[in-house]
DNA sequence: CCTACCATGTGCAAAATTTCACAATATTTT
DNA sequence: AAAATATTGTGAAATTTTGCACATGGTAGG
């Protein structure tokens, strides 16, 4: 594969995808895998599973399959998963919350050390978690102090675009906003919009297309 | 435009994304918008946003652009968000939570009338919504009863599948699954898998390929 | 009423992505 | 040791999606 050849957006997804079944098959000690078992798990096209990872490099055997440890860590280096990320998360709600206490992203290496609120009611409170609660007034020194990479954004959507401009300038690379507004940034600064009421509407104009009984 | 033209699954997508400044526009008093300008809000193409629309028709008046009001009003019976839909959630924790209290839902009629959880401890109380906890064993009849629509699966990964099983015996048509797994259902029954994990592994590949300071 | 102007709707070309199909290579069987 | 079988990696074809460019139709000003 040439190393030129520019990766789609969605191979990167899938890739993540792929490394769910993967877990699995590596905790029930299953050590090989073929690409169409793989594509089955995941439903997606076996020739699809080959050509993503081909992208990154040759990590099956002809004949054989992929080993299943080997593939599952060689696609947590690809998606940097490998590592820990210190995360902040600015609007403590109910979606912030879940975010932060969710073991599965603990559990990926996702580290909030940080959480921001403009609610005077919820500063200084503690999350279940024992994270300390903070003004976005401090957001500019927490960040640098505590070296934050990343930063999501679960306020209502009015808020959002402030939000943004304050990590920006303090200068935090990456963004994952919550909110139900494409947020803007720099280039500087990766920015992932997770709307996901989008999915909820996709499946409700699929249903309306359907009898319903 | 062609009716049997095929719709691209990208474009629902961005229908639901054109919908969100349009609503904006539509609080601040402005009553007319160009494909330019809602592509600029966006972070889309302006061409593609009208061949979007012009998938499901003729919104817009050349030389003007589209009357705000009655393009959401369009956007909003294509995506069939202009009912009321019935759901049920199965999985109460900080995730279930989130989803079944968010304003956002409520406001673009999604109504939660049944929440399920097989934890004992959890069983009988109600949320702050004032939803009851209900056993899953109830799930089967309550959908029925209570003519429920969509289930949303926010349990544990290992508890979506059979989760997902007792909803299409229920005889539910559509389930959004946010567990980190994804579940298959018959055709008859349609399922968008929302792993937003996903979109942190995205982030995270991004910024592993970008000087981080 | 005519001219200038504006922004949509869309045919068509380009680009991107997916899928096929098969050569390459490893393993197992005879 | 050859044949049969399995499964990857990948060039090329097929398909899908996007974006250009412009004809079309509507508005406004003179």
């Known amino acids: 594969m040439k190393k030129t050849a520019k990766i789609p957006y969605a191979a990167i ?25 793989l594509a089955e798990y995941c439903g997606v096209n076996p020739a699809q599973v080959r050509k993503d990872l081909a992208y990154f490099g040759e990590f099956g055997v002809r004949g054989v399959g992929y080993d299943v440890n080997d593939l599952l860590r060689e696609i947590q280096s690809i998606l940097a998963t490998d590592r820990e990320w210190t995360l902040c998360i600015i609007g403590v709600g109910n979606l912030g919350h879940a975010i932060v206490e969710n073991d599965n992203f603990r559990e990926m290496g996702y580290r909030f050390v940080a959480a921001f609120d ?6 200084s409170k503690r999350l279940p978690c024992g994270l300390l609660i903070e003004s976005v007034e401090r957001l500019r020194d927490v960040v640098r102090l505590r070296n934050i990479q990343i930063g999501v954004i679960t306020t209502p959507p009015d808020e959002a675009q402030r939000v943004t401009d304050l990590l920006v300038d303090a200068g935090i690379k990456g963004i994952l906003n919550f909110s139900p507004t494409q947020v803007k940034a720099p280039k500087s600064c990766v920015v ?3 709307d996901f009421a ?16």
């Open 198 to 213: 989008v999915r909820f509407e996709h499946l409700a104009y699929h249903l309306s297309k359907v009898p319903l009984k």
């Open 118 to 123: 403009k609610d005077q009611e919820k500063i």
């Open 13 to 37: 997804e899938r890739l993540a995808l792929y490394s769910r079944p993967l877990k699995v098959l590596l905790k029930t000690g299953v050590t090989v895998v073929s690409s169409e078992k």
């Open 192 to 194: 992932e919009n997770v």
